[in-house]
């Protein structure tokens, strides 16, 4: 009976010894399938990060200037007697942005796109803004890429609407009021079109949504442009200017590199 017990015990003690070696060899598997997980995701992060990095270093960018060719035609000066807030939000009396010339005859507002993108949409850190500041859409033209959000805002301490009018086929309409104080609105536009914008109270205001695809850039005061985000590549830079003006161009980008694209308005 001793030695029965005997050999009960030591069986028991093996058996123990071995389910603890299991135990030791299973968690040392967890450990080793932890650690093998977290060196593959780091790995796989760095080369993301890195592939980030090589697209950007290798997208180039397009400059260029647009001019007007001949005598800016004169604006018509605008009538806000019908708001007194208006009136004296502007002791100096606001005109017409059709035609806005800097120096060297540079025109202003003219929006840049590449024709027939069929890249990735434009990433921006900021949401482009439409204000309404003194009683004027500011700025008079907003270009944006198709599904990129943008606030319209007002910072007037007078009641606004702001009413685009886009083509009932390509984009949804609405009309909206803004009352002194009154929250940001959020937006964006599903299809590329050029979108006419009014207020239904100030009959003056009025400016453009221009909705394009891909990277896009609007001339500043004196004319001058940059696109950025460019991948190498041959392409059509589309010009547009208020009306309806377009004209074209075409470019040659190599990777990291700056293209160049001017372009020429007629007075009209």
Request: aromatic share 8%.
């Amino acid at each position: 009976m001793l030695r029965h017990r005997d050999n009960s015990e030591a069986i028991t003690g093996i058996a123990n010894m071995l389910d603890a070696n299991e135990r030791i060899f299973s968690m040392k598997n967890r450990s080793n399938v932890a650690f093998l997980t977290a060196v593959a995701t780091l790995v796989c992060c760095a080369a993301l990060i890195l592939g980030q990095k090589v697209n950007a270093a290798g997208e180039g960018k397009i400059t260029g200037t647009v001019k007007l060719d001949g005598a800016a035609p004169h604006m018509k000066g605008i009538d806000m007697g019908k708001d007194p807030y208006c009136v004296k939000a502007n002791p100096t009396p606001q005109h017409l942005e059709t035609y806005v010339v800097g120096s060297g005859g540079g025109l202003a507002n003219v929006v840049l796109s590449i024709d027939g993108w069929s890249g990735n949409a434009t990433v921006e850190t900021n949401v482009p803004v439409f204000d309404q500041k003194n009683c004027m859409y500011t700025p008079h033209v907003l270009a944006l890429d198709t599904a990129q959000n943008f606030k319209v805002k007002t910072s007037d301490q007078t009641a606004h609407n702001i009413h685009p009018l886009p083509n009932p086929m390509t984009n949804v309409g609405w009309n909206q009021s803004q009352p002194p104080g009154a929250p940001d609105v959020e937006k964006s536009w599903k299809n590329p079109e050029v979108i006419p914008v009014q207020c239904n109270i100030h009959p003056w205001m009025h400016g453009f949504f221009v909705v394009v695809k891909g990277p896009y850039a609007v001339s500043d005061a004196n004319g001058n442009f940059t696109i950025n985000n460019v991948p190498p590549g041959s392409y059509t830079v589309k010009a547009w200017h208020e009306p309806d003006e377009t004209q074209t161009q075409k470019v040659t980008v190599a990777a990291g590199a700056s293209a160049s694209a001017n372009f020429t308005f007629k007075a009209k």
